[in-house]
């Protein structure tokens, strides 16, 4: 009798990843759920969900790095690279991440300390990488230039027919100031330079080079971006041709 597969949400749940509690987890699989990658990306592991929020209490606690546990539970034949600077999770979290996650894997996980605000830094992860990108999912810090930045990097790393999220992208809708790099007028938001993508076909970013916006407008198949009807909470997906 074969076993019925898991959901990506149902995985997210068992594996302290909150994905699924923003809806994330059900609209990205209706573009992975075929998917067999040899390699999965992500910027940034994921802490420990906090036990006192009660909108988290469903969600399996004690599990720094859920996002990490859960692709290598969706994916049991896939490779899967992290990138994090440690700026928001404990040294014990990066520890048990090691510990637990990495060292039980049999060489398919590998945690890369970085900034993904550095370019210096990313060209590091995507050495540590070494090869294309089947499917890449940016849970990172969330501000514009991070998630500009990042994608003008690391696109082009993604294979053919393969997929790129950029999450959390209400971050665009939050108030303008140095927290998320909002600027007043909204301009520089990674949401509006995808939303104007969807419609112009052109990328406009202060944080890529003109030769980085034209490979994203020459190589993007297509972009969806996904607002969960009952929240605040936006992600996208974004295939490469």
């Known amino acids: 009798m074969t076993t019925k597969k898991l959901s990506l949400s149902e ?19 209706t573009y992975i759920q ?13 802490g420990l969900i906090p036990s006192h929020w009660p909108m988290y209490k469903h969600i399996e606690q004690d599990n720094p790095g859920g996002s990490s546990r859960m692709w290598l ?23 048990r991440v090691i510990e637990e996650v990495e060292k039980s894997s049999n060489g398919r996980y590998k ?29 990172g810090g969330h501000k514009m230039q991070q998630q500009q930045l990042t994608f003008a990097m690391l696109f082009p790393k993604i294979k053919s027919g393969g997929f790129y999220a950029i999450e959390d992208l209400h971050t665009s809708n939050y108030n303008p100031g140095p927290k998320w790099g909002v600027q007043a007028d909204r301009s520089n938001t990674t949401l509006t ?3 104007n993508f969807i419609t112009t076909g052109k990328i ?5 080079t003109s030769e980085e916006r034209e490979f994203l407008e020459q190589n993007i198949s297509f972009c969806e971006v996904w607002k969960n009807p009952n929240g605040e909470s936006i992600t996208s997906m974004i295939g490469k041709k």
């Open 193 to 195: 330079m995808l939303k």
């Open 34 to 46: 075929n998917l067999e990658p040899e390699v999965v990306c992500e910027i940034g592991m994921g």
């Open 111 to 139: 945690l890369i300390e970085g900034d993904q605000s550095l370019r210096p830094d990313l060209q590091k992860y995507i050495d540590a990488v070494g090869q294309e990108i089947d499917f890449l999912v940016d849970d």
């Open 73 to 95: 539970k969706y994916f049991p034949n896939s490779k899967v690279y992290v990138l994090d600077n440690f700026s928001q999770v404990s040294e014990n979290d990066v520890q």
């Open 204 to 208: 406009s970013s202060p944080y890529m």
């Open 11 to 29: 995985v997210s749940s068992k594996s302290g990843s909150d994905k699924h509690f923003h809806g994330f987890t059900d609209f990205y699989e």
